[in-house]
């Protein structure tokens, strides 16, 4: 037999040590780049979802209430976490979208972290561990799932894996203390509150017990944890369904049983998306990756530590791709090549190669199908990144024009040119939260001067001026003076104003009081809330100077840069 000398010792030593850090390398050079490229490609103004953070922030919907915005359903989401997340990253940022992708791609990290110490459990602590974990960062940081590192509304889908993983990691076999345990089940209830497909942190959790359960038939199953996570998750679940209305918003659902094919199909597309831009290529790459599944977990079924929580990652990919499928499949199969639903699909990738790994340490059986895992993975991942920069590329150009259009909007913008970003529908709302965004400083108007946006009034009525109508021209003797009355109020928000002033030759303004009790228009709501929406003044001759003025009307809104512009006129003629 022979034996090593110190030499070859310190050399094969020297060799780990380097093969360690290339590793180390390796795994941090994909998490520098996404960086690079959420620096370049996040969005700086608000768009898609994220339209729905300026809605809150202006207060015009979900009743005037934060608290309304926070427990209402997202579409068949209810995302509380995610939605504090966002609101104090609001605040901090003052809505910079690209900052707070920023932080959305550091949860994402803080959960690579945490699969890089799940991967260690599995994998053994070894010179070879940071080596064998460097396909991980490459397959969870892809670029395929570019609307989730570009978006910071998607900060949602980033919590729900971070909690998810922490929360089985945690749970193990169920053979925890108490307070572990209970740690468990309060981050998988973060992870249900934090975007939809946390529901199934619970029952995944359940398949980890029952999966160790089952590969140590002699020791007895932790049922007591058991008991506790299934009460725990099912409290939050019973919470998460009081009062939940799904929206009728991009749902197309369709029956197991009534399109099995069209529900297969979109699972498996939703499977193969990470790895493919094409129905076709996914369908095949999620095949290929169910064929993996099935074959590896039966080797890991008999590893030291059954690839930790490597079967909960399988089985939430898989199940997640059939519940999306059922709520979706109704778009076809195309709609789950979307990048938003990468990142959770990912994570079935990610768990095969947790459990087949370790073959490649030694000469131990499986190493060859490791090897062909290995091959398919790259493949699949150099696909993915080639296709998520091209997506991105194209999401660059259309965030562009939305910057410019918002830069260079005017005073009551023209419909066609919100219609470049919102398309159709009422234009009211877009351009209050437009509006919002610039009289407060926010997202891309951070550090300009506030603007008022203006808009026609249409709920403005002057009475009768000197007698004449509105229309009329009125003529006043140089010391007369003109009388002004009606009523107003800010019409979106149907509350009273904050008050009304006359514009004279659109160079000066003349507040005219505001506040006096209307009982007539009061009866409008039924709570009598436009009681005093009365206004009234007067405006003599000499403070108009001798010749033709034209008056005009401003209502300031509730919000303090919300300005109404009526399209009511007045005409006078001042004698010299």
Known sequence: MDVPVAGEVE????????????GIVLSASPALAVLLFVGKFA??????????????????????????WLWSPHNEHRIPVARVALFALDQLTRLNTRLEAIVSFGVLLLALWLLRAAFARAAGRTWMTPVL????????????????????????????????????????????????????????????????SGVLAGPVGLVQLVWHRARRPSE???????????????????????????????????????????????????????????????IVFGAALLAFMVIILFRAFHQEEGGGIAVSLMAFAVANSFAIGLRRAGYGAEHALNSRYVTLSVVGAIGVWMAIAPALQGRQRGSVFAWMYLAFIAAGSVSGWAAGLRQAQAFNVRVRDHEAVLADIGLNPADETLKRIFVDGNLLSPKIWVNYMRC???????????????????????????????????????????????????????????????????????PLEYGLARGDIAKRTPDNRLLRVGFTGRISAETLGPGAHDIRFRVLGVDDCLVYDPAVRVSVLVER
């Open 43 to 68: 969005t700086r103004v608000p768009v898609d979802d994220i339209w729905n953070q300026v809605q809150v922030l202006e207060g015009g919907d979900y009743d005037h209430s934060a608290l309304n």
């Open 11 to 22: 050399g094969a030593e020297a060799r780990h040590r380097a093969l360690r850090t290339a």
């Open 133 to 196: 974990f460097v396909p991980v960062p490459f397959l969870l940081l892809t670029l395929r799932a570019h609307e989730n590192l570009l978006k910071s509304f998607q900060i949602g889908v980033h919590l729900c894996l971070l909690a998810s993983v922490a929360a089985w990691l945690l749970l193990g076999d169920g053979r925890v203390s108490g307070c572990r345990v209970a740690a468990a089940i309060t981050l998988a209830v973060v992870a249900l509150f934090s975007f939809g």
């Open 220 to 282: 007895n199953f932790p049922w007591k944890t058991a008991l506790a996570w299934t009460v725990g998750f099912g409290a939050a679940v019973a919470a998460y369904r009081t009062d939940y209305h799904v929206s009728d918003f991009y749902q197309r659902p369709v029956g197991l049983l009534d399109d099995a094919g069209g529900v297969l199909r979109y699972a498996g597309t939703l499977m193969g998306a990470p790895f493919a831009s094409t129905v076709a290529a996914a």
């Open 440 to 510: 407060h400083g926010l997202s891309l108007y951070k550090g300009k001067p506030p603007r008022p946006m203006a808009f026609v009034g249409e709920q403005f009525h002057l009475e009768r001026v000197n007698g004449h109508e509105p229309a009329a021209a009125v003529t006043l003797p140089p010391r007369g003076e003109i009388e002004l009355a009606g009523w107003t109020y800010d019409a979106v928000r149907v509350q009273p104003a904050r008050g009304v002033v006359a514009r004279i030759d659109e160079h000066y303004e003349v």
